[in-house]
């Protein structure tokens, strides 16, 4: 299968396609971590076609970085391992800059691949969005699709699949990062850090009510109210709550709607 690329300006395909060659050294090839899983029964389905027709059909691959000398097989796992397993030859076509991004657009969005392959895959793409959170991520050990709620502003895991999630909320990601720190060194508030805890937190913070210095003052008093939920809509609704636990009806703060 040709990659092509459209270039702008222009009907015409430019090919990253290089040469395309037969080989038994099994060796030569490499699986990276984004692969799926292997399905032993796509790959026996494969050994079957093979002992009838032959081999009819090659995989795509790109030199590797990480190994030199060596191709990661970006399409044809299934085929490269039924070959080793009949010892029969691989046909295989290399093209040259297929990024991580052109990879998931090539394969889909496997449901095995983690957050955290995604993240390699933008570091390795060397996009700058995925390299601040990867930093943020090794630092604070947070699930990454807080993360990427916290600062791109929303919910955005399928942008993220795709490579093209955006920072565009740091400063709020930082805002939100303290008080995540302060809940939890403060009053060891542990589910803090959870996912939907950071979304319940965000929504509230949307709201441009929240005053952090009255909150901790709340949690001073009352900091075992502030429970383990089932979604990000009843932590809102908790941290609403705990924000006007014992405070007079008229001062009362409400960030989430009935």
């Known amino acids: 299968m040709l990659f092509l ?13 290089i040469r395309t ?31 009838e027709h032959g081999v009819i059909a090659g995989i795509s691959v790109r030199p590797s970085i990480e190994y030199p000398g ?11 391992a ?21 990879m998931i657009a090539l394969n889909g969005k496997s449901r095995v691949w983690k957050m955290t392959d995604y993240l ?6 060397n996009i700058e969005d995925y390299k601040l959170l990867n930093r943020i991520y090794k630092q604070e050990k947070l699930p990454l699709t807080a993360l990427v709620i916290m600062y791109g502003g929303s919910y955005g895991n ?25 809940y939890e060194r403060l009053f060891n508030v542990k589910h803090c850090r959870h996912a939907r805890f950071v979304w319940g937190l965000c929504k509230v913070y949307d709201t441009g009510l929240y005053e952090h210095k009255r909150m901790i003052n709340q949690l001073s008093k009352c900091s075992q109210l502030l429970t383990k939920q089932a979604n990000p809509e009843d932590y809102a609704k908790n941290i609403q709550m ?17």
């Open 21 to 51: 060659d037969v080989t038994t050294e099994y060796d030569m090839f490499i699986s990276p971590t984004h692969q799926r899983v292997i399905n032993n029964g796509n790959i026996k389905g494969i050994m079957e076609s093979m002992k």
């Open 158 to 182: 399928k942008s993220f699949k795709s490579l093209n999630w955006k920072a565009l909320t740091p400063e709020k990601g930082n805002t939100i990062l303290k008080y995540i720190k302060d």
């Open 82 to 102: 039924a070959c080793k397993r009949l010892n029969a030859p691989v046909i295989y076509s290399v093209f040259r800059g297929v990024s991580n991004k052109a």
């Open 5 to 17: 690329k459209k270039e702008k300006g222009t009907s015409k395909m430019k090919t990253k396609y």
């Open 70 to 80: 060596k191709y990661e097989v970006y399409d044809g796992q299934h085929t490269i």
């Open 120 to 125: 390699g895959y933008g570091v390795t793409d």
């Open 242 to 258: 705990v924000y006007n636990h014992g405070i007079r009806k008229e001062l009362r703060v409400q960030f989430i709607q009935d």
